[in-house]
């Protein structure tokens, strides 16, 4: 079974300071993962996405996240916090060799102090 | 290129109704995922099409039916509505599975149970 874990509901920084935005994950299978931000009453956008390549991916907005198998972790990270970040960030989970059902953790809310 | 297009944006139903919502995929995708969001929650998968049909399910009840047509639009359908059903109602669209195709949204309908 596939699940993945956000360690935090709620991170608060200010403008300028790094984000780190925490989810592990738990996969009986090869996992493909993925970061998806959500802004107030809109959809998902895709940040970015791990399937088996390299382990530090790159996404858009500056963010970038590190497949650490050994930790089971999928940490999200940026260097410098703008004030457009602040939104709801959900870590998903899928099967590599599937990629049927994709499975959402609860969601971290980050709020950007000017 | 158009995105996902979901319709409507916002709906008000009461008890024991009846709804549909509808989704047009992203030109060029052939899969279309439905995920209910409750307030504060994550996404949680309802079902997939693929090829006209329900690929796997999610734990929701046989009130929750859907459908995929030739151009690959999906409609979803939820009968006797609980107030249990008020949430944020997403559809994905993707390629085919089993190539790691990330999911992409519409901005979703909300659904209001009174």
């Known amino acids: 079974a596939q699940s993945v874990t956000q360690l935090d509901s709620h991170v608060s920084v200010s403008e300028g300071t790094p984000v780190l935005l925490r989810c592990n994950y738990s996969?009986?299978?090869?996992?493909?993962l993925f970061w998806y931000v959500q802004h107030p009453n809109k959809g998902l956008q895709l940040l970015l996405k791990?399937?088996?390549?390299?382990?530090l991916v790159k996404g858009i907005n500056g963010f970038e996240a590190e497949f650490k198998k050994s930790e089971t972790s999928f940490h999200l990270t940026k260097p410098s916090a703008h004030m457009s970040d602040a939104a709801e960030y959900f870590c998903?989970?899928?099967?590599?060799?599937?990629?049927?059902?994709?499975?959402f953790g609860t969601g971290t809310s980050l709020t950007v102090i000017p | 290129d158009a995105g996902v297009t979901q319709s409507p944006t916002h709906l008000i139903k009461t008890r024991g109704q009846q709804v549909t919502l509808r989704c047009s995929p992203k030109?060029?995708?052939?899969?279309v995922s439905w995920y209910q969001q409750a307030l504060g929650q994550g996404p949680q998968f309802i079902f997939q099409?693929?090829?006209?049909?329900?690929?796997q399910r999610g734990n929701f009840p046989d009130r929750f039916s859907g459908h995929q047509f030739p151009n690959y639009s999906s409609e979803l359908n939820v009968n006797a509505l609980l107030l249990g059903d008020s949430a944020l109602y997403l559809c994905?669209?993707?390629?085919?599975?089993?190539?790691?195709?990330?999911?992409?949204f519409g901005n979703g309908t909300r659904l209001t149970v009174t």
């Open positions: 994905a669209s993707s390629y085919s599975t089993g190539r790691n195709s990330p999911l992409h």
């Open positions: 996969s009986s299978y090869s996992p493909s």
């Open positions: 998903v989970v899928t099967r590599t060799n599937t990629g049927n059902q994709f499975y």
């Open positions: 030109s060029g995708h052939d899969t």
């Open positions: 099409y693929y090829e006209e049909e329900e690929r």
């Open positions: 791990y399937t088996s390549a390299a382990t």
